[in-house]
């Protein structure tokens, strides 16, 4: 009978152990009780969540709160980006970050910003970036390109807090907005967005002076291998046809995409009355376009006769960010100063 008693003795000292246990879970996990659990990692689930769903370019990663919060309390923070088109926001807003991306083609920094990152640690390609020069740079905090980048956040997130923005979504304006937010610079990118606006007004309304309120233009691209029309879409249509106010030649409005291949011989079908020349880098692709002048069927177009044909810089008009936006605002503004 006392073994009996002490068996049951043992028995409920060991069930209220486990309920104590149970309840201290359970107030832990609704926030009771527990001031880590509000102001610890749950705290920072909630935060970046919200800032998500705020801003829908922005994509919530387990250490984004933390970086947010290292940008706004240090504004001298070592940043390391891994976009060139991340890199360019960044300078749209004052800041310079210590190490970046290069641009896959030039193999270098982009020759529209190269001047104003000099000194600035290079990490490869976004495709393919240095994660061995990252690491050497002991970044305070990461922005990565969530297309490109995404799959392998937890790698950057070993390195330092990491913010993702989705670049393929939403407009340039978007994705400066997204960063600014990051950052703490949220008046320097409406400051910016409110210039840009303010000198798209002024080129546009100096295009359409030159070529009449109705004009219709397009823009075609020569590249090694092809002819393209470039579409209502990212890189060219919105600047082109939202911020500049152009109209669109005949079947571009159709072109819902970046662009669409032709062949030469149905460029008279656009009717144009202004034709907007982009010629990719290399020799093949200038051969290309000398060889469409030389054709009978060029000299014939409307815009050709008319004398309105203006060549672009490919590397602003291509490059969809704040920066490359705003210079390709002034290259338009040069070629139509001139005329």
Same mark, same amino acid.
């Given at each position: 009978? #006392?073994?009996?008693?002490?068996?049951?003795?043992?028995?409920?000292?060991?069930?209220?152990?486990?309920?104590?246990?149970?309840?201290?879970?359970? &107030?832990? +996990?609704?926030?009771?009780? &527990?001031?880590?659990?509000?102001?610890?990692?749950?705290?920072?689930?909630?935060?970046?969540?919200?800032?998500?769903?705020?801003?829908?370019? /922005?994509?919530?990663? &387990?250490?984004?709160? #933390?970086?947010?919060?290292?940008?706004?309390?240090?504004? +001298?923070?070592?940043?390391?980006?891994?976009?060139?088109?991340?890199?360019? +926001?960044?300078?749209?807003?004052?800041?310079?970050?210590?190490?970046?991306?290069?641009?896959?083609?030039?193999?270098?920094?982009?020759?529209?910003? #190269?001047?104003?990152?000099?000194?600035?640690?290079?990490?490869?390609?976004?495709?393919?970036?240095?994660?061995?020069?990252?690491?050497?740079? #002991?970044?305070?905090?990461?922005?990565?390109?969530?297309?490109?980048?995404?799959?392998?956040?937890?790698?950057?997130?070993?390195?330092?807090?990491?913010? /993702?923005?989705?670049?393929?979504?939403?407009?340039?304006?978007?994705?400066?907005?997204?960063?600014?937010?990051?950052? @703490?610079?949220?008046?320097?990118?409406?400051?910016?967005?409110?210039?840009?606006?303010?000198?798209?007004?002024?080129?546009?309304?100096?295009?359409?002076?030159?070529?009449?309120? +109705?004009?219709?233009?397009?823009?075609?691209? /020569?590249?090694?291998?092809?002819?393209?029309?470039?579409?209502?879409?990212?890189?060219?249509?919105?600047?082109?046809?939202?911020?500049?106010?152009?109209?669109?030649?005949?079947?571009?409005?159709?072109?819902?995409?970046?662009?669409?291949?032709?062949?030469?011989?149905?460029?008279?079908?656009?009717?144009?009355?202004?034709? %907007?020349?982009?010629? &990719?880098?290399?020799?093949?692709?200038?051969?290309?376009?000398?060889?469409?002048?030389?054709?009978?069927?060029?000299?014939?177009?409307?815009?050709?006769?008319? @004398?309105?044909?203006?060549?672009?810089?490919?590397?602003?008009?291509?490059?969809?960010? /704040?920066?490359?936006?705003?210079?390709?605002?002034?290259?338009?503004?040069?070629? %139509?100063?001139?005329?």
């Amino acid at each position: 009978m #006392k073994k009996f008693r002490i068996v049951w003795l043992v028995s409920l000292v060991l069930m209220l152990v486990v309920l104590s246990a149970c309840g201290q879970r359970a &107030s832990s +996990n609704t926030g009771g009780s &527990s001031p880590s659990a509000s102001a610890g990692s749950s705290g920072s689930a909630e935060t970046a969540a919200s800032g998500a769903s705020a801003n829908p370019v /922005s994509v919530a990663t &387990s250490t984004s709160a #933390k970086a947010d919060e290292i940008l706004h309390r240090n504004p +001298n923070a070592k940043i390391a980006s891994v976009s060139i088109h991340i890199t360019n +926001n960044l300078l749209a807003l004052g800041i310079t970050p210590a190490g970046s991306v290069v641009g896959g083609d030039v193999k270098d920094f982009l020759p529209l910003v #190269k001047d104003r990152l000099q000194g600035v640690a290079r990490f490869g390609v976004v495709t393919d970036p240095d994660m061995e020069a990252i690491l050497a740079l #002991k970044p305070d905090v990461i922005f990565i390109d969530e297309t490109y980048s995404g799959k392998d956040v937890a790698k950057f997130e070993q390195i330092a807090p990491t913010i /993702s923005i989705d670049m393929d979504e939403g407009t340039w304006r978007d994705h400066l907005t997204a960063v600014a937010e990051h950052a @703490g610079r949220e008046q320097q990118a409406q400051a910016f967005i409110q210039s840009y606006d303010a000198k798209a007004e002024k080129v546009g309304k100096l295009i359409r002076a030159e070529l009449g309120e +109705n004009a219709k233009v397009m823009t075609i691209r /020569s590249t090694a291998k092809e002819l393209r029309v470039m579409g209502m879409k990212r890189p060219v249509g919105p600047i082109m046809y939202d911020d500049l106010d152009l109209r669109p030649a005949a079947g571009v409005e159709k072109i819902a995409k970046a662009y669409e291949v032709i062949s030469q011989e149905v460029l008279p079908d656009f009717d144009a009355d202004a034709i %907007f020349v982009i010629i &990719s880098k290399g020799s093949e692709a200038q051969s290309n376009y000398d060889a469409l002048r030389a054709n009978p069927l060029w000299a014939g177009l409307k815009a050709v006769k008319n @004398g309105h044909v203006y060549l672009l810089d490919g590397q602003t008009w291509l490059d969809y960010s /704040s920066i490359g936006q705003d210079l390709a605002l002034d290259d338009a503004d040069k070629l %139509f100063s001139r005329t």
